[in-house]
């Protein structure tokens, strides 16, 4: 599965983007994170902040140092939790920056390769220290074998340098054999998996959420199977995760159109799958539900939409009914119109007017 959206793919890596050795990648990314907290705090301040290009660029300008530092701990052949909290980071850096194929790439390498790794090394280790121990039960007996069985299928070190596949999971030793229940369910115990069921409930929405609008059925039905492929790979433990179900309750209200569904339940996501709807789908659905309002109602008050529409403020408003007009939507049009003729003040208590 490649990570490739709307005719374009995430970069080959080049070696000119290394940052240096380990010690330079834990400096780096100290420098990444005080950047993207400071961004952060900005974008909490600023609620009514708009949902353009201008709003990403900052974001944009950390993609390469995120690109950097994956490809540096890729040829550095570095597997730790080190590697996963760069991988998380990149994975919320080039979403909120709208960089879906370098989000792509973080993504399907921390859940189908970095997670699965580290569980089960873990398992593998606290087998080894529960060897050191007295004798133990028949049932801890067969759990014991049951995590060794996984920790000898999953990678837990890089691949040689013959391997000729794509993308950073490619370096890893291919994708990790199914997990058996205990070790994932061990490993969620520990706090520095806790993102595991956010990232895969992300992943598995991806593609319904970042891909472009399908002019065809074919391109409708590869997206369907993209999220399948994903959705077959995850441990159980992990389906049933409510990170995931709410990422395939998302994916359900995209499907039907239900935009009241959509922003409801997008509010309540977790963050990395929130930002993806917010990136990735959320003017286009903004889109499709105003050219329903335009046809259900004659007008409608800006308030009751801006809810509806999970907007912060009424020139937001003005901003997605700009793209419909200029779209040459009669209706959207003449709403617009309307509004740019109350001051601002008057905006929040005015009427959205579709139809004369």
Not at 94 to 113: I, S, W, Y
């Amino acid at each position: 599965m490649q990570a490739r959206i709307g005719g374009r793919r995430a970069a080959p890596p080049r070696p000119t983007l290394l940052v240096g050795d380990l010690e330079a990648c834990h400096a780096a990314f100290g420098r990444l994170q005080s950047r993207v907290l400071e961004l952060s705090l900005k974008q909490q301040a600023v609620l009514e902040e708009a949902e353009g290009n201008k709003a990403a660029d900052p974001w944009r300008d950390l993609v390469p140092l995120c690109r950097a530092l994956r490809e540096t701990l890729t040829s550095l052949r570095e597997l730790s939790h080190f590697t996963r909290e760069v991988y998380e980071c990149a994975a919320d850096v080039c979403t909120r920056a709208g960089d879906f194929p370098e989000a792509l790439k973080a993504l399907q390498t921390l859940v189908n390769a970095i997670y699965p790794a580290l569980a089960a090394a873990q398992a593998a280790e606290a087998t080894l220290a529960n060897g050191s121990g007295g004798p133990r039960s028949a049932g801890e007996q067969r759990q014991e074998q049951r995590q060794q069985r996984a920790a000898a299928s999953a990678p837990v070190a890089w691949a040689d340098d013959e391997c000729e596949e794509e993308g950073d999971e490619a370096w890893l030793g291919g994708p990790a054999a199914p997990l058996d229940d205990a070790v994932v369910v061990a490993a969620l115990r520990q706090h520095r998996f806790r993102r595991w069921p956010e990232a895969a409930g992300a992943l598995a929405l991806y593609f319904d959420c970042c891909s472009p609008p399908a002019g065809a059925a074919a391109q409708q039905s590869g997206r369907g199977l993209d999220t399948l492929a994903t959705l077959r790979r995850l441990p159980p433990r992990l389906l049933a995760s409510p990170e995931v179900r709410a990422a395939l309750r998302l994916r359900a209200a995209l499907a039907a159109g239900d935009y009241v569904s959509l922003f409801r339940l997008a509010a309540a996501a977790p963050p990395l799958t929130a930002a993806l709807v917010a990136r990735g789908a959320a003017t286009r659905e903004r889109e499709r539900a105003l050219r329903v309002l335009a046809v259900a109602y004659r007008n409608i008050a800006v308030s009751a939409v801006c809810g509806v529409l999970a907007l912060h403020a009424p020139r937001q408003l003005l901003a997605c009914l700009k793209l419909l007009a200029d779209r040459g939507h009669v209706a959207a049009q003449r709403a617009l119109g309307g509004l740019q003729q109350e001051d601002a003040a008057a905006l929040a208590t005015a009427d959205l007017v579709f139809k004369g």
